[in-house]
């Protein structure tokens, strides 16, 4: 007669939820945001390989299995901001801690705060798609703030950016305008971002200034200080300005 087995013992993880690459990319991406909404976060979750994305993305409700497996886990505030509107997803202080993003302060965005956010993660959204072979890198105006990237010194031109694109050795500067500023406020801001001085390379931070916006009116008035910065400065050639629609992603 054979001994009695002995009982297995439980694992000490048994139930414990383990990060994938994909985890780690997209609550990443999200804590450099500082928020992301839950229909960004699907589509950004359906750019990379991993259960319940297929050749057309990744579907509503596969999207929500992930993001609960996130709340779950501890990683995620998740909120609902706007009537109508789908929710809102940041990083807790357990996720920042997880995932070694401490230097970033864990609270949920301030309501007044987040058609601006919406803006900002739209564009970097679609440069981030752009991007075929992921080479660019994006440095959010957050990791800025944290101290992650330095800008030029100089108070006069040290303007920070809504986010900067770095691509080859080149860095951009993208703006996201969606609140009609004085003309005298949006000369100013230009200047900063054209006369941006890099003392290490000796030689001009930006390569190009990148500005987007909803609205006609912004869009003149944008127009209007490049052109008289145009009257004095060649380097106003390199400011580009889009309508906010051209990136938008699609519902």
Request: charge should be neutral.
């Amino acid at each position: 007669m054979l001994p009695p087995r002995k009982p297995r013992k439980t694992r000490h993880d048994k139930g414990s939820i383990k990060a994938t690459d994909r985890d780690i990319r997209i609550l990443t991406w999200i804590a450099e945001q500082y928020a992301v909404r839950l229909d960004h976060v699907i589509d950004l979750l359906g750019m990379y390989p991993g259960p319940g994305v297929s050749e057309e993305g990744m579907s509503d409700s596969a999207g929500r299995q992930v993001v609960n497996r996130w709340r779950r886990a501890g990683w995620v505030g998740y909120q609902q901001m706007l009537a109508g509107e789908p929710p809102w997803l940041w990083l807790t202080r357990e996720g920042l801690a997880a995932y070694g993003l401490t230097q970033y302060r864990a609270a949920p965005p301030a309501i007044s705060r987040l058609r601006h956010l919406m803006a900002v993660n739209q564009v970097r959204f679609v440069l981030h798609y752009q991007d075929d072979e992921e080479v660019d890198e994006w440095i959010s105006e957050r990791m800025i703030h944290a101290g992650l990237f330095d800008l030029p010194s100089s108070e006069e031109t040290r303007h920070i950016p809504d986010g900067i694109l770095k691509r080859d050795n080149d860095l951009y500067a993208v703006e996201v305008e969606l609140r009609q500023k004085k003309p005298a406020d949006i000369y100013k801001k230009m200047r900063a971002l054209l006369h941006a001085w890099d003392n290490t390379a000796f030689g001009y931070f930006y390569s190009g200034i990148w500005y987007y916006t909803p609205d006609p009116h912004i869009q003149r008035a944008l127009e209007s200080a490049r052109a008289e910065h145009g009257k004095h400065n060649e380097r106003a050639k390199l400011i580009e300005i889009y309508p906010l629609q051209s990136v938008i992603i699609d519902e």
